[in-house]
């Protein structure tokens, strides 16, 4: 989750990230073959995916069974002390400019994510059967389980039936919920850079593809 601060902090974000190594592009993936929907989700100042739970792969992110009765997990990624501590102070904000341990909010919901995201700007994306399976083996890879299976979430989350659980990576000024969001994206094979900013990944998949309430997908 990016602070409310640093997003006015953004423009010299930019610059530095400018002169940071260009990300890798995207994972190759097998053409034809049947796609499955993800769903890119803009909150406030940050953003989430929203996947179908059927069609995680068996033997991958053990946490999702936690949620029986959902239809869609959606999982964000963020600084632990603003995200799941709420502190979000001017300490926080600071404090959150600097390497800092991570957390994953996942959600769980049945209907679809239009429906349940009713308020929120949401794209779907279109992924191959591969490429969502390495969107799903990100997510898996960035809990801290500490060898157990799955990980002991650290509280209740946000909204509706949801958790936060810990995660391993450290949050930082030049790795934001945003940027994390485009390389699980970008594991999936889709197009985008990443972005220190919610705008700047919203963006992109604008431009590639198109919104809600009309036809999804990828533009060819």
């Not at 969107?135 to 039936?161: C, N, S, T």
Request: charged share 20%; proline share 9%; hydrophobic share 40%.
């Amino acid at each position: 989750m990016l602070p409310p601060r640093l997003i006015l902090l953004a423009p010299i974000l930019l610059v530095l990230w400018a002169c940071a190594a260009p990300p890798a592009g995207p994972a190759q993936t097998r053409e034809g073959g049947p796609v499955i929907a993800v769903y890119l989700v803009a909150h406030d100042g940050h953003t989430g995916i929203a996947v179908p739970r059927a069609d995680i792969p068996a033997g991958l992110w053990p946490e999702s069974r936690e949620f029986p009765q959902a239809e869609y997990l959606e999982v964000g990624w963020g600084n632990r002390d603003f995200y799941y501590g709420r502190n979000q102070g001017l300490w926080g904000t600071l404090n959150a400019m600097f390497p800092s341990p991570s957390v994953l909010h996942v959600a769980g919901f049945r209907g679809s994510p239009a429906d349940y995201f009713r308020a929120n700007e949401i794209v779907e994306l279109s992924v191959p059967a591969d490429g969502f399976e390495r969107l799903v083996r990100y997510i898996h890879d960035a809990h801290e389980r500490a060898g157990a299976l799955p990980a002991a979430a650290l509280g209740p989350g946000l909204y509706g039936e949801s958790r936060f659980y810990p995660a391993w990576e450290s949050f930082h000024l030049l790795r934001t919920c945003n940027v994390w969001m485009a390389q699980a994206l970008r594991a999936a094979g889709l197009p985008l850079r990443d972005s220190i900013t919610k705008e700047g990944l919203m963006s992109q998949a604008r431009e590639t593809y198109k919104l809600r309430g009309q036809p999804h997908g990828l533009e060819r």
